[in-house]
């Protein structure tokens, strides 16, 4: 079974903290992504990666940034928390760029006090 | 700009009713496509369908079917005879052909709350 997993499912972080979200996929795919959801929203794409040490922003990048360093490793790092980022973080990847459907980790609830 | 609006934020039934998902999608683009995605309560997401917008044929997969129509620009989605097991919140979505790297916008999705 293919599976994307993300190291934590509950995550409490101070105001000012660098946090690291983690993704593991094990699919071999290309491409990796972060989305945030909120209620009422969606989920909004903040960041992908098409290729090792490659990113593009989305729709929502600022206050976050990212890393790729192995293919099956995608990042997501808040440099200075803030309460505005309490969210559910999901990761997600897919085999090509076009259009394929995305397989999912089962998120990360980020609260920031 | 790509747009997809799920008016319907809950709805609740009871076990064995039909109910339709409303999706309903802005493109200026001729080459898109569409998906649905379920979450359950244990949060990943899970794909359900996608169609491309050269392929208005409905679609049925057991218990669900899709209904696309260009003409009104929706993407619905009906269960039949629902089960306790079907309450998740659904998501649609829509790509561009013409975007890099699977942009995809959801709609803010649709929870349903199925009562035994």
């Known amino acids: 079974d293919v599976k994307v997993t993300q190291s934590s499912r509950y995550l409490v972080k101070r105001t000012g903290e660098k946090v690291f979200l983690e993704c593991v996929q094990d699919m071999d795919h290309e491409n990796m992504f972060w989305y945030r959801q909120d209620p009422g929203l969606g989920l909004r794409l903040i960041y992908f990666?098409?290729?090792?040490?490659?990113?593009e922003k989305g729709d929502i990048p600022e206050g976050y940034s990212v890393s790729r360093e192995k293919k099956e490793r995608f990042s997501l790092i808040l440099e200075s928390a803030s309460t505005n980022q309490t969210s559910m973080y999901l990761c997600?990847?897919?085999?090509?760029?076009?259009?394929?459907?995305?397989?999912f980790g089962s998120g990360t609830q980020l609260s920031v006090l | 700009a790509q747009k997809v609006t799920q008016a319907q934020t809950e709805i609740s039934v009871v076990e064995k009713e039909d109910v339709t998902l409303d999706c309903v999608y802005e493109?200026?683009?001729?080459?898109?496509?569409l998906f649905w995605y379920k979450q359950p309560p244990s949060g990943e997401l899970v794909f359900l369908i996608r169609r491309n917008s050269f392929d208005e044929q409905n679609e049925i997969s057991g218990r669900y079917s899709w209904n696309f129509q260009k003409s009104t620009s929706s993407f619905n989605f009906t269960i039949t005879a629902s089960q306790v097991v079907d309450s998740a919140v659904y998501f649609c979505?829509?790509?561009?052909?013409?975007?890099?790297?699977?942009?995809?916008?959801f709609g803010g999705g649709t929870r349903l709350m199925v009562k035994p």
């Open positions: 493109t200026r683009d001729t080459t898109y496509y």
């Open positions: 979505a829509l790509s561009e052909d013409n975007n890099a790297g699977n942009m995809l916008t």
């Open positions: 990666s098409y290729d090792v040490k490659m990113k």
């Open positions: 997600a990847s897919s085999l090509w760029a076009t259009n394929e459907k995305l397989f």
